[in-house]
């Protein structure tokens, strides 16, 4: 279980991904105030968060490194778009929460032959497990 700062510090990793090429989109915005009510996280602390970033925390659990770094790929392609620097940015979230890099190359290749690029979450969670055994 994580516990609100390592919530907040996630949901603000996931806003400063989304402003890689500009201010949020609506449909971000819209993806990431669910996110934020997923982790029960008010409305007003997720708006705060926009203009004023918390620090990064390494979450000690990997199954929740897992999930991060699903809701990141996402929230990628919430717009339908992504450019080879959000594909980078991407990586190297992954490799900064201590995923596997094999691992990851294998999500973003595979998220390619899926609709809309989303890749199944028991289809995510078999890549990384296999890294992980």
């Known amino acids: 279980m994580i516990n609100r700062v390592e919530k907040l510090s996630l949901l603000s990793e996931m806003i400063s991904f989304a402003k890689t090429e500009s201010n949020l989109k609506p449909i971000e915005y819209n993806f990431l105030l669910a996110i934020a ?4 996280i008010s409305r007003e602390d997720f708006d705060y968060l926009i203009d004023h970033p918390i620090n990064y925390i390494h979450l000690e659990s990997h199954s929740e490194r897992i999930v991060q770094f699903h809701r990141l790929v ?4 919430i717009d339908n778009e992504h450019t080879p620097k959000e594909i980078a940015k991407l990586h190297n979230y992954g490799l900064r929460m201590g995923l596997s890099q094999e691992s990851i190359r294998k ?3 595979l998220m390619e ?3 809309n690029k989303i890749v199944p979450p ?3 969670i078999d890549i990384f497990k296999v890294q992980y055994n």
Not at 37 to 40: E, F, S, T
Not at 74 to 77: D, Q, V
């Open 122 to 124: 028991d289809v995510l």
């Open 107 to 109: 999500v973003l290749y």
């Open 74 to 77: 996402l929230l990628m392609n």
């Open 37 to 40: 009510k997923q982790l029960d």
């Open 113 to 115: 032959s899926f609709p």
